[in-house]
């Protein structure tokens, strides 16, 4: 037994030591790594100007490497994340509002000969020297290649289903989860105010409606009992006093709307995020099969019957089969007489 967790640990030890699966593979659609890839996990390595940031969205490790294709050349950056909102808050850092929306992977952007995607728990950023008609169909493939997570880690993040459908320029959305990226993207409403301790998560987003523009922010805390206590500090913090500004609370979920429009586009912003709790009633009640009595007295009677079946079968097997199976094979089998149960002793003077 010793000898077996011994062993166990250390299959435990080496699966936890082992190197994780590289990120990028050897070839793709033509192209060929040149070269041995620069790999690392150091969140400064990776970026040296937002280190926090990619730290705060939970970067595991990174991978750098070059791509030949005849001529042609190909930079690609991977960076692999805890999960795919991780995944999903990078992306929205490192995307312009200037950038196309593309379709490779999950989401994807794209501003002259750079692309950025991310697949999963994979972000990546490839620069072409020259961009072809195939390089999006080439970049699938790439992301089909990709290492993915399962289960939860693979799912985005359900804040993301709140954010209108309409109204919302979808390439200024971002998704913030800590207060490093909050403070990069220079959100007017002060940090303390939203208050990272409580640890939200947020997307922002640009907004256009018919008489203006503004921006719209979306707050979900863990609980509803602190967005009520977080709504009354954020109703007071209009970044542009003179201006609409509309906050709102659906269970853990606070809704703000500024800028320059009516308010009436503002409370219709605001009021189409609505928190749907679902809830399952596990309370005891007392009411179920198990615990009526009359299916209990009805499985009683069922039960004796059952018994009372068996005896009687069983009594009149052993009761008939041996007389039987004697007149039939008379002398193999013996049928008990009630001469064979009188004890004799045979004693003789």
Known sequence: MLSLLLCLCQAASIAQNAPAAPLLPKTFAGWTMSGTPQTGAS?????????????????????????????????????????????????????????????????????????????????????????????????????????????????????????????????????????????????????????????????????????????????????????????????????????????RRTGPIVVIAWGQFLESDARKLVGVVNYEAEVTWNEYTGLGKKDNIGTIVVGAFALAGIIFAISLGTGAVFGFTRPVLAKIFPGRFHVRTEEDDFIRLNLKD
């Open 43 to 247: 969140p400064a390595q990776a970026d040296s100007a937002h280190p926090a940031v990619l730290s705060e969205d939970g970067l595991k490790d990174f991978e750098i490497a070059t791509y030949t294709n005849d001529e042609r050349k190909l930079t690609v950056k991977a960076a692999r994340f805890a999960d795919a909102s991780g995944a999903f808050s990078a992306f929205s850092f490192y995307r312009e509002p200037r950038m196309n929306t593309e379709t490779v992977g999950t989401m994807a952007a794209s501003a002259n000969e750079r692309v950025l995607f991310f697949r999963n728990n994979v972000l990546v950023d490839a620069k072409f020297d020259k961009l072809t008609a195939m390089s999006a169909s080439e970049l699938r493939e790439l992301a089909a290649a990709l290492p993915v997570t399962q289960g939860p880690e693979a799912q985005l993040p359900p804040l993301l289903a709140h954010v209108p459908r309409q109204n919302v320029d979808a390439k200024t959305i971002r998704f913030i989860s800590g207060p490093q990226a909050y403070a990069a993207s220079a959100q007017p409403i002060s940090a303390e105010t939203i208050d990272f301790s409580r640890s939200p998560e947020l997307i922002t987003s640009d907004v256009h409606t018919s008489s203006g523009n503004g921006s719209l922010m979306i707050i979900e805390y863990p609980t509803p009992a602190i967005a009520i206590e977080r709504l009354k500090a954020l109703e007071q913090a209009n970044p542009t006093p003179g201006s609409t500004y509309v906050a």
